[in-house]
Nanobody, 125 residues
Framework: QVQLAESGGGSVHAGGSLKLSCVVS????????LGWFRQAPGQARERVAT???????TYADSVKGRFAISKDDAANTVYLRMNSLQPEDTAMYYC???????????????????WGQGTQVTVSS
């Protein structure tokens, strides 16, 4: 059973930075996608960034150049570094795993079947 646990959320002023962490355990396959998603109140959940086994990354257009996803395989942890945060980045952030997938499959939110409990990020103007 895949388990994910996020941490690192908080409240910052616009222009500030945060780094989210997600400890992942129980991935059953060598290939996987790990992703950060977010959901603001009243809005659909959206993909923020993904990283696959080999380290290839993708980003939503709204966060390109500001956010960076990375992973530490030895620590079983995936990170999301968020710089130049804006009020529109306010949301609950979730990490998720799509076991057994890679490449362009990582863009498909429906393939992410294991989710963490989320961590709140609030950015004030």
């Amino acid at each position: 059973q895949v388990q994910l646990a996020e941490s690192g959320g908080g409240s910052v002023h616009a222009g500030g930075s945060l780094k989210l962490s997600c400890v992942v355990s129980g991935l059953p396959f060598a290939d996987y996608c790990l992703g950060w998603f977010r959901q603001a109140p009243g809005q659909a959940r959206e993909r923020v960034a993904t990283i696959e086994t080999g380290g290839r990354t993708t980003y939503a257009d709204s966060v390109k150049g500001r956010f960076a996803i990375s992973k530490d395989d030895a620590a079983n942890t995936v990170y999301l570094r968020m710089n130049s945060l804006q009020p529109e980045d306010t949301a609950m952030y979730y990490c998720a795993a799509a076991a057994g997938f890679s490449g362009s499959w990582c863009l498909r939110q429906l393939l992410y079947t294991s989710w963490g409990q989320g961590t709140q990020v609030t950015v004030s103007s």
